[in-house]
Every structure is written in C-alpha cells, then in structure tokens.
C-alpha cells in the first residue's frame, strides 16, 4: 500500500515572497504621487490675472488748433468733435439724425492704454508745412485756425525706411491733443457745454506728472 503524499508548504511560501517584496517597494509610489497630485498649488493661484487693471472713463480730443480733426496714436482715436444720434420722425417713418457737435468724446480706456499712448507722445511730432496761425473769418467774424502738417516720428524704423531727421518746426504731437480722467472735469460741462471746457493737453500733463 503506498504511502500518502505529504504537502509542503514552503515552496509556496517562497515563491510569493518575492511578489510581496515587489508589492511592498512599488506600493508607497502611486501613494506619494496622489499627495503630489493633491498638494495645493500657489504659483499657479498667484499668476490669477489681479494685475489687470478696469478701465476709467476719460475725456479725449483734439484741440483747436491741431492740424487734423480726429487722429489715431496707439490704438486710440482723437476726435475733434462728436455727435449723439436722435431719434426723429420723417412723415410717418422713425428716423435717426445726428444731433448737434460736441467737443471730444468719452472713452473707457486702462492704464496700459494710457502708457501706450504717451509713449507714443514721446517720439512722434507734428511738423509744420506752413506756419500755424489764427485768422478771422471775415463773414462770420470768428476766429479760425490756419495751418498745415503732418506727423512724424522718431521711433524705430525699417531697414528701408528714411531716417529721422528733425526740424526747427517740429512739435510734440502731445501738444494738440488732451486726454483727461473724466473725474476731474465737470460732469455738467461734459453732458451740456463741452465747448467752455478748459483743457490740459497731454504734453503739459505728462511735464506736470499728472498724467
């Protein structure tokens, strides 16, 4: 009769020690990974855009005697003067029609905006094509702005481009425009008699710090 076999258990026990030392060193892995992923994260939450400044409300324009009516600098338009539309009546149909000029206008502009533009106020200038002066209209009686010129500037430049050569007749382009917290003006003044407004031209702010 032949004898039972007996069962060893070691090799077993072998066989999975490896498998349980292998699972004990890869184990705290996923663990430290999940805690990194976890770990709050405060570079990012510092680079939250709270250096964006909000836009102010500014009063913007050309003065009288600048050679052209509206211009652009640094993304900007300068108008002269601007209109409200209105509400009408043509016969029997609903109409708008262009109310009254008005001095300047408003815009919501930021403080990157206001950089922009007086750095463009640094190196471009108005050079005159025929002396500036002022005249009376003989039929009206008013006095009216006489003048030519363009603007250039001393900024960068092409490869192929002229150079910049300045002229005795050349002026700040900050001279013929203004631009102004609409806080600081009088909010009658700017909603009924823009024409009395008095203003600081972009030059004399930036010279007084101001702007």
């Given at each position: 009769?032949?004898?039972?076999r007996?069962?060893?258990a070691a ?7 490896p498998f349980?030392?292998?699972?004990a060193?890869?184990?705290p892995?996923?663990?430290q ?6 770990a709050p994260k ?7 855009p709270s250096?964006v ?5 500014y009063?913007l ?5 600048c050679p052209?009516?509206?211009l652009n ?5 300068f108008h002269?003067e601007?209109?409200?539309?209105m509400a009408?009546?043509r016969g029997q149909?609903?109409?708008?029609t262009q ?5 300047g206008?408003l815009?919501?502009?930021?403080v ?9 106020c640094?190196?471009?200038?108005i050079r ?7 005249e009376v209209?003989k039929?009206t009686?008013k006095k009216?702005?006489?003048?030519n010129g363009?603007i250039?500037s001393?900024?960068p430049?092409g ?5 910049f050569i ?7 382009i ?8 609409a ?13 009395s407004?008095?203003?600081?031209t972009v ?9």
């Amino acid at each position: 009769m032949a004898r039972p076999r007996k069962v060893v258990a070691a090799p077993e026990v072998a066989v999975a020690s490896p498998f349980l030392l292998q699972t004990a060193v890869a184990a705290p892995l996923p663990l430290q990974i999940a805690d990194q992923t976890d770990a709050p994260k405060p570079i990012v939450a510092a680079q939250k855009p709270s250096q964006v400044s909000k836009p102010r409300p500014y009063f913007l324009g050309t003065t009288d005697d600048c050679p052209y009516w509206n211009l652009n600098l640094a993304g900007v338009t300068f108008h002269r003067e601007t209109a409200e539309l209105m509400a009408d009546k043509r016969g029997q149909d609903d109409v708008l029609t262009q109310g009254p000029p008005i001095r300047g206008h408003l815009e919501m502009l930021t403080v990157a905006a206001i950089e922009r533009i007086k750095q463009a106020c640094k190196t471009k200038v108005i050079r005159w094509n025929s002396p500036p002066r002022w005249e009376v209209n003989k039929e009206t009686g008013k006095k009216e702005f006489r003048g030519n010129g363009r603007i250039y500037s001393s900024g960068p430049r092409g490869p192929d481009a002229p150079a910049f050569i300045p002229h005795d007749n050349d002026e700040p382009i900050g001279k013929y425009i203004y631009l102004m917290p609409a806080d600081t003006v009088s909010p009658t003044q700017i909603l009924s008699d823009r024409q009395s407004i008095t203003v600081k031209t972009v030059y004399e702010a930036m010279e007084d710090g101001t702007l």
